[in-house]
């Protein structure tokens, strides 16, 4: 018997990507075709054909094969609950040989380097809010080189740190590189030392000049920073290790543009909230907001993150989307049996 895969071309690992989500969206997530279209950003066309590759690929059976199809379920799930116009979760890959600083954002990178390449060709918005990070920095790394001189990339908060002269994952300049756009950093702290340096930082003209301009984007691109032990705000020195200790005491899970938040998404009450540089969590509500969030640790910060409301779009790993929905699951569930309490004692 011949083998009929063995007679097809091989897909590409995007292609197979591509074709497994466009599946599973459809014959799982019962979606039209031209939904499909819309949530992986491609013509219906395109749509069509990927669907099309699947079957011919047998991918499609009584389930859905493919590594993608764990990690498309797990987008629907937070899709679901924080009703988000897209989530992208990257399939875990590990290169062992590969020891950079950012090999472990590279799944992340790419997949945010994608949608972000989509969302630019599609939308063609001007104006972009541009955060900070190593997530941000390793979508920046796999972005296409593309010409789109009349795009302007403006930085929502510091871009310094303590003890170093430059932040070393900015991406400001690596996004006008790939571009050909024009950049404006803020070449100030992401946190002031103290209360009354960011008072005279915040007052001055160029300052205030670059957070009007970055408070008109279109699109808002930012991190999320997690405060687990090894937390990157640390280790570059952005806080020290008493602020680290009391932000845990006063509860705070995840890193928002230099606001610290608990799980619930609220503000935790500590002076080092008070010494942020730069845009707010409501400066940026009601637009779109793509946020990206590489690494192992980042379920937590995620699930935090989420409830503030202000995230529209969501790109992040397996291990941390894995971590998430068990978060929300437990939540979900001990909601539920509250709920059922009241109900019995009523």
């Known amino acids: 018997m011949i083998n009929a895969m063995a007679t097809k071309p091989p897909l590409s690992q995007e292609q197979l990507d591509l074709a497994t989500r466009a599946a599973w969206l459809s014959y799982i997530g019962g979606y039209t075709q031209g939904e499909v279209a819309k949530r992986l950003q491609v013509s219906s066309a395109k749509a069509h054909r990927l669907i099309a590759l699947a079957q011919q690929h047998n991918l499609v059976k009584v389930f859905i094969e493919g590594e993608p199809a764990k990690c498309v379920a797990l987008e629907e799930a937070i899709i679901q609950q924080f009703g988000l116009s897209s989530c992208v979760v990257a399939p875990a890959v590990y290169n062992d040989s590969d020891r950079s600083p950012l090999a472990k954002f590279s799944a992340v990178g790419a997949a945010g380097a994608r949608f972000l390449h989509a969302t630019l060709q599609n939308k063609k918005p001007t104006l972009i809010g541009v955060g900070k990070g190593r997530s941000l920095s390793a979508v920046v790394e796999r972005m296409p080189t593309m010409s789109m001189p009349e795009l302007k990339f403006v930085s929502v908060s510091g871009s310094l740190t303590r003890k170093l002269s430059t932040n070393p994952f900015d991406v400001i300049h690596r996004l006008v590189e790939r571009t050909s756009g024009e950049g404006f950093l803020l070449p100030v702290p ?141 939540a979900n569930k001990t909601r539920h049996e509250q709920s059922q309490v009241l109900s019995t004692n009523s």
């Open 190 to 330: 992401y946190i002031a030392t103290n209360e009354q340096e960011k008072e005279m930082l915040m007052s001055q003209p160029t300052v205030k000049e670059m957070l009007d301009v970055a408070r008109k984007s279109e699109l808002f691109v930012i991190g999320i920073g997690s405060l687990e032990a090894d937390a990157h705000i640390c280790r570059v020195r952005m806080i020290d290790d008493d602020e680290w200790h009391a932000l845990n005491h006063n509860g705070a899970a995840s890193d928002v543009m230099g606001q610290f938040i608990d799980i619930d998404g609220q503000q935790v009450v500590s002076e080092v909230n008070r010494r942020g540089v730069g845009l707010g969590i409501e400066d940026i509500r009601g637009r779109q907001v793509v946020a990206i969030a590489g690494g192992d640790d980042k379920g937590k910060a995620t699930l935090a993150a989420l409830r503030t409301g202000v995230i529209t779009d969501l790109v992040m790993g397996e291990t941390s989307a894995e971590e998430l929905v068990a978060l929300m699951n437990a």
